[in-house]
């Protein structure tokens, strides 16, 4: 959890990775709005943390978890494409906790939550703001690059499920989203609520440029999209420490002409505008 802070933020070692903030801080303020925030496909919640602090210094209460089904640290699960139905449903749980048991964060205001979600984090966000995933569209035919998936249920089970959407979503950010699985506006029909939506120029890992400008192009309501020149997935990801970049080049090495860490600059801030724009700023420290 990040949250606006009184203290100066420090260094905080957190395995390879180096984050400013204060542990245990005193949450800064009173009925802030909250933002949650889904990680991709083998990723963490340390995977959007410039992000999340950004939007922290700017008056949110954000919360990240690791998704259980198809987290970094699951070696045992991390093909199992039933994830893309656990996954809204993690969320649920999430807000669930943050609004119930979770007495502490009692400075959440329950009226006002946003959702960032990156890649299957943005096939989650869609999903909980009411889309219809057309399951069918994205296993056919099961053959050839679509037989491992098929291995975990035919079409017809996975279009039964009764995926979960939550009404206390009020604002979308997704960026560069899994997203064969919507390929008409009937599966995106019923998302009211506003959403930037964020694409790559060159997509990868199974996100497809052309995709993403489907959804772009399908979504009903407020919607604004933003396509990223010269970026690949990976761009949306924080840019990574020298020893990520030595032992990840294909997650965290960009290509020649693009700067990450200027591009997160601008990102962020564009971001922190949209949800301060349809959330509220929150107070600031």
């Keep these: 959890m990040w949250s606006p802070c009184a203290a100066p933020a420090k260094d905080i070692h957190l395995r390879i990775t180096v984050i400013p903030g ?33 939007l922290a210094d700017g008056g949110f209460i954000v919360v990240a978890i690791n998704h259980p089904d198809d987290t970094y640290a699951n070696q045992a699960r991390f093909r199992d494409y039933r994830a893309l139905i656990s996954r809204p449903t993690d969320i649920k749980r999430l807000i669930d906790f943050l609004l119930g048991p979770a007495s502490d964060l009692a400075s959440i205001d329950s009226n006002r939550i946003g959702f960032f979600g990156f890649s299957r984090g943005g096939y989650t966000g869609l999903v909980l703001g009411g889309g219809q995933p057309d399951f069918r569209a994205w296993f056919s035919p099961c053959t050839g690059s679509n037989a491992e998936r098929c ?30 699985m919507f390929p008409t506006s009937d599966s995106l029909k019923m998302i009211s609520i506003p959403v930037q939506l964020w694409g790559s120029q060159s997509g990868g890992d199974g996100v497809f440029p052309e995709d993403v400008a489907t959804i772009a192009r399908n ?61 509220g700023a929150g107070e600031h420290p």
């Excluded at 204060?22 to 992000?51: E, K």
């Excluded at 291995?151 to 604002?171: E, F, M, Q, Y």
């Excluded at 690949?232 to 020298?242: I, K």
């Design 151 to 180: 291995a975990h249920g035919s079409p017809d089970v996975w279009s039964i499920h009764n995926l979960i959407h939550d009404t206390r979503i009020k604002a979308l950010v997704i960026a560069d989203p899994f997203s064969r």
């Design 22 to 54: 204060v542990r245990d801080c005193p949450i800064a303020g009173q009925n802030l709005p909250l933002i949650v925030v889904s990680h991709g496909f083998g990723g963490s919640y340390l995977g959007h943390h410039d992000t999340a602090e950004a």
């Design 219 to 279: 979504l009903p309501g407020k919607s604004e999209f933003h396509l990223v020149p010269r970026a690949a997935h990976f761009a949306f990801l924080r840019p990574c420490p020298e020893e990520l970049k030595n032992s990840k080049p294909n997650i965290c090495v960009d290509d020649a002409g693009f700067d990450r860490v200027a591009f997160h600059k601008d990102f962020n801030q564009r971001v922190l505008t949209f949800f301060r724009q349809h959330l």
